[in-house]
Every structure is written in structure tokens, then in C-alpha cells.
């Protein structure tokens, strides 16, 4: 693979923002666009609940459009949101007007997440970075920066909440949906041997993590791990089947759902997830 082939003259970051830009609505429907889609809200926002403390302010850092900022807003925590789109920034100003919550909201902020110098250290009750903001860093350094830079503004033994978008499941989307990029080796050998992709087939660059990555990261630093969650669960990749569940079968829904809880933790489900959590706890000392 050569290097002018892989790497695209514009920054990688612009190609980011130009993707995010483009997006627009669609980026703020992702998460309720049917049943399999909301599984990754749900399941979020059934751990946040779970680990958040009762109150305080929470950093949602590459919060995109805002719909944990809004859910976080309705449930009483303040927050500040902050994301590197200046344009899902402004979907985000609308729809916290909307849902009537921009009490909750403290600031927002555009920024990149590697960079949070605005912010002093122990600021936060609690940090989140979901749906892949950190994914979206494609250089090592750059993401490991971001990793510390999150954990220096959150609060001594507060949660740190980092949901990414998980290597083997892209792999497995590119047979079920795009086996012709299967042949691309810029796209699939990269993704399968390194987890990068650097743009230019429908999606922005991103790293696409393994679960033991993120943890080897997250090991090295002062914070421990508290659990990791698949959060597509086992209908990863089965959008139609989960979908069809939903629609049709109410009772064997809540029964799969029950299900889906009992398993997500389950490290073989973490790993094969289209998206995973990782809730770590910033260490007291
Ligand atoms: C898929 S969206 C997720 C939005 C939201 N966290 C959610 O889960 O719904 C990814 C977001 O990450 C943001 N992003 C990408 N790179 C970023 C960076 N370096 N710093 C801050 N935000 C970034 C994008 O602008 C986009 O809004």
C-alpha cells in the first residue's frame, strides 16, 4: 500500500468536519432511526445511569448534535458540550432549545478533543465521548493525547465514559454490505491489520479499535476499568432481524432486550459489537 495512495492531500481532520458538515440532520436522527440504532442509545444511557453520580457537570466531548446532552439535561445533570463541527454544534443549539433544557447546558464549545486546555484539571462529575469521536483521530499520538486529555478534566474517582466503533464488526459490515471494497486494500487490509481508514468511501477516517487497544491504553494510565459493553450487543450486524423483532413481535422484544443486558458484558459480544463502551473510573490519587 503506498503512502500517496492511503493518505489523501487534504488533512485528515478537515475530511472529518467536511463529513460531519454533510451529515447534518442525519447525524442527530442516527440514534432513533428504528430499533437497532437505538439500541446503542439505550444501552448508553442504562450505563451512564448506572455508574453517573445523582448530579454534577458532565463533559460530553464529541457530543456532535447533543442527544446525550438533552437526555443527560432531562435527567437534572448540567453540561457542556463540545465537538469539532461547528455545523453539528448548531443542530445541537436548536435541538437543546427545543427540548427546552438549555438551562442544563453551561457552554458549547468547538474544539478537538485532544486539546481541552480551556477546561482545568478535576473539572468534571463525569466525562463522556461517545459514538466514536475518538475514533475519528487517526494519528496515534494525537488519540493517546486525547485519552489523557479527558481523564486530566474529570474528577478524582469520577466515571469516564468512551464508546468506539469496533474493528471486527466494520470488517464483517464490509462482507454483508460492501464486498466490493473487500478487494480495496486501503480500505479492508488497513482496517483488518492496523483498525485505520482514511476516507474517501462513504465514511469519514477513522480508527477502528479492538477492545484489548483501548484497554491496553486505558491500563496504562490512572484510572481503572469498571466494565466494557457491546452495545449492538448480539444483534450486531442484524439490523433487519432486530428491527423486524421490534416491529412484530412486542413480547419476544422486551425478552431479546432483557437479553441483550444480560450478554452485552460478555467480553466475545464486546468485541464483535459495531460499537463499544468502555466506563473507566479516574483513580483518587
Ligand atoms: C458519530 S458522531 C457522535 C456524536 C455523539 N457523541 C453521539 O454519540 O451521538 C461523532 C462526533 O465526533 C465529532 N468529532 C470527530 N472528531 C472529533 C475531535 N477530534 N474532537 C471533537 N469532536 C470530534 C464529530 O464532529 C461528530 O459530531
Known amino acids: 500500500m503506498s503512502e500517496d495512495k492511503t493518505v489523501p492531500a487534504v488533512p485528515l481532520e478537515k475530511l472529518v468536519k467536511k463529513y460531519y458538515s454533510e451529515q447534518g440532520m442525519k447525524e442527530w436522527k442516527r440514534l432513533v432511526r428504528d430499533a437497532y440504532h437505538r439500541l446503542e442509545f439505550d444501552t448508553t444511557m442504562h450505563f451512564l445511569r448506572k455508574h453517573l453520580l445523582r448530579k454534577g457537570l458532565i463533559l460530553d466531548a464529541g457530543g456532535g448534535p447533543g442527544r446525550y446532552t438533552i437526555a443527560l439535561g432531562r435527567l437534572g445533570y448540567h453540561i457542556v458540550l463540545f465537538d469539532l463541527s461547528p455545523e453539528m454544534l448548531k443542530i445541537a443549539e436548536k435541538q437543546v432549545k427545543r427540548a427546552k433544557v438549555q438551562r442544563q447546558v453551561k457552554q458549547i464549545i468547538q474544539g478537538s478533543i485532544d486539546d481541552l486546555s480551556m477546561f482545568r ?56 454490505c460492501f464486498p466490493q471494497e473487500i478487494e480495496i486494500e486501503e ?72 437479553t441483550h443486558l444480560k450478554t452485552c458484558t460478555h467480553p466475545c459480544t464486546v468485541a464483535i459489537s459495531e460499537h463499544f463502551l468502555v466506563i473507566c473510573k479516574k483513580q483518587s490519587s
Open 187 to 258: 480500505v479492508f487490509q488497513s482496517i483488518r491489520d492496523t483498525g485505520d481508514y482514511y476516507g474517501g468511501y462513504g465514511f469519514a477516517p477513522c480508527h477502528f479499535y479492538l477492545p484489548e487497544e483501548i484497554e491496553a491504553s486505558l491500563k496504562k494510565r490512572k484510572v481503572t476499568i469498571l466494565e466494557m459493553v457491546g452495545l449492538e450487543g448480539l444483534s450486531s450486524g442484524h439490523q433487519k432481524e432486530t428491527n423486524r423483532l421490534f416491529k412484530k413481535y412486542p413480547k419476544a422484544w422486551k425478552i431479546w432486550w432483557e
Open 121 to 176: 484539571d478535576n473539572t468534571f462529575d463525569g466525562t463522556i465521548c461517545l459514538g466514536g469521536a475518538l475514533s475519528h483521530i487517526l494519528d496515534k499520538n494525537r488519540r493517546e493525547k486525547a485519552i489523557d486529555e479527558l481523564i486530566r478534566v474529570t474528577k478524582k474517582s469520577s466515571p469516564i465514559f468512551i464508546s468506539l466503533i469496533g474493528r471486527l464488526a466494520v470488517l464483517v459490515t464490509e462482507l454483508i
